[in-house]
C-alpha cells in the first residue's frame, strides 16, 4: 500500500470512531432522558375514591387538574395539589365498582397511596351525625364462606378478614381532622363494608354482634383489599350519617354534600402535609 493510501485509510479509520463515539454517547444521552422521565413517573400519586359525585367534586376544584381519562365507565382526573401529584375518581357505589377503581389506581396509574372517602352510617350510639370515622382497618361484612372452612368475613387465602390502614396516613387524618375541622369529633376505628345499604337497628346489631366496629358503608372494604393484595397504603375517612339508633336523622340528599365537603377539606390538608 502506497503511503498516500495509508494516509487515507488510516483517515477513514478515524473518522469511523469518532461518529461511533458520537452515536454511542447520543444513544447514552437518550438512555439517560428515558431514565429521568422514568424517575419522574415514579414520583408519588396519590389515588382519591369517592363513590358519589358530591364526595369528590370539592377535591375536584381544589386541583388543577390536566387530563382525564375514562376506564370501566369511570372518569380518571390526573393533576396536582400544590406539587402533589394526584388522580381523582367517583367510582360508583358498591364493592366491585370500588375494587375495579382501587385495582386501576394502583396497576394502570400508578398511585403509590389510596384515600377512601366519603359517608358512612353509624354503628356506635356516642357518635353524632357528622362526626368522623378515620380507619384503622376494614372487614366486609357481608363475605361469608364459613361452611367450607373459614371464618365469618375471612378472604380465602389471605388468613385475614380485616384489612389495616396505613398508619402514617391515619396520623395524617387525625391530624388534618384536628387542623381544618376541629369542632368535629373524629374516631379511630373499624369500618363494615357490605353491598347493602344498612338503614335498620337489626342489620345494624348484627354487624355489630359479629364484626364490632364504628360504621358500615359499600366501599371501604374492597378499596382495603385490593391495597393490600397491591402493598399500597391506604386510609378510610368517613362522615357519619345518622344515629345508630335511629333516634336522629337528617335529609340524606341534604347531608352529604356537607359531609363530603368537611372530609374533601381533611383529604387536602393531608395531601398538602405529605
Known amino acids: 500500500m502506497s503511503k498516500k493510501s495509508r494516509l487515507k485509510y488510516l483517515s477513514?479509520?478515524?473518522?469511523?470512531?469518532?461518529?461511533?463515539?458520537?452515536?454511542?454517547?447520543?444513544?447514552?444521552?437518550a438512555d439517560s432522558?428515558?431514565?429521568?422521565?422514568?424517575?419522574?413517573e415514579n414520583q408519588e400519586t396519590i389515588g382519591i375514591i369517592g363513590a358519589m359525585e358530591e364526595e369528590v367534586d370539592s377535591l375536584k376544584q381544589a386541583t388543577d387538574i390536566d387530563s382525564k381519562e375514562e376506564i370501566a365507565s369511570m372518569e380518571f382526573c390526573k393533576g396536582t395539589i400544590g406539587d402533589i401529584n394526584v388522580i381523582i375518581v367517583q367510582c360508583g357505589m358498591g364493592k366491585?365498582?370500588?375494587?375495579?377503581?382501587?385495582?386501576?389506581?394502583?396497576?394502570?396509574?400508578?398511585?403509590?397511596?389510596?384515600?377512601?372517602?366519603?359517608?358512612?352510617?353509624?354503628?356506635?350510639n356516642t357518635m353524632n351525625i357528622g362526626d368522623i370515622v378515620i380507619s384503622t382497618d376494614a372487614v366486609q361484612?357481608?363475605?361469608?364462606?364459613?361452611?367450607?372452612?373459614?371464618?365469618?368475613?375471612?378472604?380465602?387465602?389471605?388468613?385475614?378478614?380485616?384489612?389495616?390502614?396505613?398508619?402514617?396516613?391515619?396520623?395524617?387524618?387525625?391530624?388534618a381532622t384536628q387542623a381544618?375541622?376541629?369542632?368535629?369529633?373524629?374516631?379511630?376505628?373499624?369500618?363494615?363494608?357490605?353491598?347493602?345499604?344498612?338503614?335498620?337497628r337489626e342489620q345494624k346489631e348484627k354487624i355489630i354482634s359479629e364484626f364490632g366496629g364504628l360504621c358500615c358503608e359499600m366501599e371501604g372494604g374492597a378499596v382495603a383489599q385490593t391495597c393490600y393484595l397491591n402493598d399500597t397504603p391506604f386510609v378510610i375517612i368517613r362522615a357519619i350519617s345518622?344515629?345508630?339508633?335511629?333516634?336522629?336523622?337528617?335529609?340524606?340528599?341534604?347531608?352529604?354534600?356537607?359531609?363530603a365537603k368537611h372530609c374533601a377539606d381533611i383529604v387536602l390538608h393531608m395531601i398538602k402535609s405529605l
Do not use: W
Open 12 to 29: 477513514l479509520t478515524v473518522a469511523t470512531i469518532l461518529l461511533t463515539g458520537v452515536l454511542l454517547s447520543g444513544c447514552g444521552a
Open 33 to 40: 432522558q428515558g431514565e429521568t422521565n422514568s424517575m419522574s
Open 96 to 124: 366491585v365498582n370500588a375494587g375495579i377503581c382501587a385495582s386501576i389506581l394502583i396497576n394502570e396509574f400508578g398511585c403509590t397511596k389510596v384515600i377512601n372517602t366519603g359517608v358512612a352510617g353509624s354503628l356506635d
Open 141 to 175: 361484612h357481608d363475605f361469608d364462606v364459613e361452611p367450607i372452612g373459614f371464618a365469618k368475613g375471612e378472604i380465602p387465602y389471605t388468613g385475614l378478614y380485616a384489612f389495616p390502614a396505613d398508619e402514617k396516613l391515619r396520623k395524617l387524618a387525625v391530624e
Open 180 to 200: 381544618v375541622a376541629n369542632d368535629i369529633t373524629y374516631y379511630e376505628g373499624r369500618v363494615c363494608s357490605g353491598d347493602q345499604f344498612i338503614s335498620t
Open 242 to 259: 345518622d344515629k345508630s339508633d335511629g333516634s336522629q336523622s337528617v335529609e340524606y340528599e341534604e347531608f352529604k354534600a356537607e359531609a
